[in-house]
């Protein structure tokens, strides 16, 4: 049966055009598809179509074809923007308290701002809150640094083992209190965040951490602080800077003051800046310092 014969078979009513209609090139994206199957679904095999589409056989099942007259440039449009969407990140977060940066990132991925998911919790407490929180969403929980009263030790590479087993994507520090690790930042080059709750460098460093870093700030006479999250190098908080947040020092502020104004910037401020990650919006200048690419304007950087 010739080609011509057949599709007007399939469709009385569908448009075929012969080659002689064809003014332009055959590369002018305005020309209309002979039969773009732009729908497939599985159909039941004693279903009758209409006169409008076609049946394609195969061994295992039947699908249904439908006749389209959509320009190519627009199916190209649309394969062009499935193709361009990041697909979701997979993410490990670090914690030795109660977590509440890790719930929020945690509740950013189930709500759809974060475009990841929380495959793994790392903690070297293991009755933290945070662990806590993690068993009771069915994330899994890996016990780092382990005491030498551990009856199996579980080293560096252990856990670097682990981290590529899980085919994790990126390493959030949300209150982690140990030293990461050489062999895990080589393993993850401009992988690893951290938030700390000063704005780097000021109050920085070994032994910063909670309300340390409060009575320091307030003690200094500080009139701003506020939270940062920068890239995780071989030292404490010495990292590339990645965004900030500033925040008032008040008058009489009490450290609990202070940490509870910038905790409430560091919630919201993390959770920015993972969909970002996860969005693949960082970029990073010739000169090593990493910039957020706005996702309302492309051409923006923050």
């Known amino acids: 049966m010739g080609a011509q014969s057949l599709l007007t078979r399939l469709s009385t009513s569908a448009f075929v055009p012969s080659f002689k209609d064809f003014k332009g090139s055959l590369s002018d994206t ?11 679904s599985s159909m039941p095999a004693d279903q009758t179509y209409g006169l409008s589409t076609c049946r394609i056989r195969s061994s295992r ?18 394969l062009a923007q499935r193709s361009s969407k990041p697909s979701r990140k997979r993410l490990a977060v670090f914690v030795s308290g109660g977590g509440s940066n890790f719930k929020a990132i945690h509740e950013a991925t189930l709500n759809g701002s974060v475009l990841g998911d929380v495959v793994v919790l790392v903690t070297n407490k293991g009755g933290c809150g ?22 199996q030790q579980f080293l560096s590479s252990d856990l670097v083992t682990t981290l590529r087993e899980l085919e994790v994507d990126f390493i959030l520090l949300a209150g982690y209190l140990k030293l990461i690790p050489v062999e895990l930042v080589q393993h993850f080059p401009k992988r690893i965040l951290n938030i700390h709750p000063s704005l780097l460098p000021a109050f920085g460093g070994k032994g910063y951490y909670g309300l340390k870093v409060h009575k320091a700030v307030i ?15 071989e030292e404490y ?43 693949d919006r960082i970029i990073w200048r010739d000169d090593g ?8 304007d492309p051409q923006q950087y923050n």
């Open 30 to 40: 305005s020309i209309p598809c002979f039969l773009q199957p732009t729908k497939w």
């Open 61 to 78: 099942r039947q699908f249904l074809c439908s006749v389209s007259s959509r320009k190519v440039e627009d199916i190209s449009d649309d």
């Open 130 to 151: 945070g662990a806590a929180y993690a068993k009771e969403n069915g994330i899994p929980v890996v016990l780092f640094p382990r005491t030498k009263e551990e009856s």
């Open 219 to 233: 003690a200094s006479g500080a009139r701003y602080s506020g939270p940062t999250i920068h890239f995780v190098d």
């Open 237 to 279: 908080d010495t990292g590339r800077i990645l965004a900030q947040r500033v925040v008032p020092v008040c008058a009489f502020d009490t450290p609990e003051d202070l940490a509870a104004r910038v905790l409430h910037e560091e919630h919201q401020l993390y959770v920015d800046i993972v969909a970002a990650l996860c969005e």
């Open 289 to 296: 310092v990493p910039l957020i690419q706005s996702k309302e």
